[in-house]
Every structure is written in structure tokens, then in C-alpha cells.
């Protein structure tokens, strides 16, 4: 089964709106990490926000918020007043705690967004 | 030079070639990963290491071969490659295993094999 699901392989947002990225997750460990990247044609994998699983609130990073419902287990990012330059690759991915080993980042299969002027 | 550098950025190879991949961190981390990343495909994590020790090998076939001579080093060696391995491979690394600790990426090595 998907540990990470990510809906929308596409989004089309119109420049200074708001968006939201749809992410669902997976998993039967109390202790885990939420975690979104933005990937641009470059290539790179650039970090943009973490929730853990304990926190009381919702993460915020400049123009970037996680909606993070944990009953739902869902972990979607927000990214207000969209600019031209946020049109890039977002993937939500998560690590889990499974004890004291070192458990790798699962990704979802992305979501390709799209600003439009 | 700060943060993952992978070298080099693009790379085309025949099937009879053997070339490396070569990861460079200067973060201080002490995990290192390779990952793979296809056209509509998922990110899959091919090999993690800590402190230079192999830990996970996700049933990666040998013609890729992995090599952490230290922490802050990581190659992936290449052999008789099939075309459909042609993607962007990405280094990544870590401070630590708890859950709070997210991985810097490198910007890829894009391979086409020929």
C-alpha cells in the first residue's frame, strides 16, 4: 500500500492566489514526520516545510502552511499569493520513527503546479 | 562550496560503458542516500548510508554499485547499464535518523543511457 498519496497530478493557480496541495499518508507509528519539497525543471529537491506528528500546530514558513489533520492523516500544503516562481514539482514525503533506526524519506508521486499570469 | 554537489550534472552513456556518479556533502551529516527518479514515477530510494555503513540496499540490480569511502563522500558506480535506467539520480543527506530530520538534496545527475 502507498504510504504517501498525492491525488493531483496537476495544478493551474492564478498569480497572488492562494493554493492548496493535496497529501494523504499512511502509516501505524506514532512518530513520524511530514515533510513537502519543491522540485523546479533544475532538478533539485528543495525543502520547504515539516510537521511532526506531536505538534499541537500547524506549520508555517513564510508563504508556505501545512493543513495537518492527523485524524484524517492528511498533510496538505498551502502556498498563498502564489508567485511565477513556484511553478515546480511538490512532493509531501514522510520519515517514520520505527524505533531508533535511520528510516528513509518516502515520497508521494507529486503534483505538478502551474502559475498562471 | 556548501551543501550536496553531484557530479556530473548530465551524463549519456552507451551500454557497454562504466562510469561513477560522485556525491559531495559538507553539512556535517552522517547519512548519505541514493535515489532514483523516473518520468512519472515515484522517487525510490536505491542505497542509504550511515556513518559511511551500508544500511539499506532497496534490491538495487548490481550493475549499480555503491561506494562510501567516508561521511562526507558517496559514488555510485556504474556497469552495463540497460536504457531503461536512464533518469535523474539524486544524492541526499541527513543529520541524524529521528523524524524531525529532513534531507538535503543535491541538484542530480541526469543519465541517459544509449
Known amino acids: 500500500a502507498q504510504k504517501i498519496t498525492q491525488t493531483q497530478p496537476g495544478m493551474f493557480v492564478q498569480e497572488k492566489e492562494a493554493v492548496t496541495l493535496d497529501c494523504t499518508y499512511d502509516?501505524?507509528?506514532?512518530?513520524?514526520?511530514l515533510f513537502w519539497y519543491k522540485q523546479p525543471s533544475s532538478g533539485e529537491m528543495i525543502f520547504l516545510i515539516y510537521?511532526?506528528?506531536?505538534?499541537?500546530q500547524n506549520a508555517t514558513e513564510g508563504r508556505y502552511s501545512l493543513n495537518f489533520q492527523k485524524a484524517r492523516k492528511s498533510a496538505n500544503l498551502v502556498i498563498s499569493a502564489s508567485q511565477l516562481g513556484d511553478s515546480a514539482m511538490y512532493f509531501c514525503?514522510?520519515?517514520?520513527?520505527?524505533?531508533?533506526?535511520?528510516?528513509?524519506?518516502?515520497f508521494g508521486k507529486g503534483t505538478r503546479l502551474s502559475v498562471i499570469a | 562550496e556548501t551543501g550536496v554537489t553531484q557530479t556530473p550534472r548530465h551524463l549519456v552513456m552507451g551500454m557497454t560503458n562504466k562510469k561513477s556518479l560522485k556525491c559531495e556533502q559538507h553539512l556535517g551529516h552522517n547519512a548519505m542516500y541514493w535515489y532514483k527518479q523516473s518520468a512519472k514515477k515515484p522517487l525510490e530510494l536505491m542505497f542509504v548510508y550511515n556513518f559511511k555503513e551500508q544500511t539499506e540496499n532497496n534490491s538495487v540490480p548490481s550493475r549499480f554499485s555503491p561506494e562510501c569511502p567516508n561521511s562526507s563522500h558517496l559514488f555510485l558506480h556504474l556497469h552495463t547499464l540497460q536504457p531503461e535506467d536512464s533518469a535523474l539520480y539524486l544524492c541526499a543527506s541527513s543529520q541524524g535518523s529521528g523524524t524531525n530530520y529532513g534531507y538535503t538534496f543535491g541538484s542530480g545527475t541526469r543519465l541517459t543511457v544509449v
Open positions: 502509516t501505524s507509528d506514532p512518530s513520524y514526520g
Open positions: 514525503a514522510m520519515r517514520e520513527g520505527r524505533g531508533s533506526g535511520n528510516t528513509p524519506l518516502v
Open positions: 510537521q511532526g506528528s506531536y505538534d499541537q
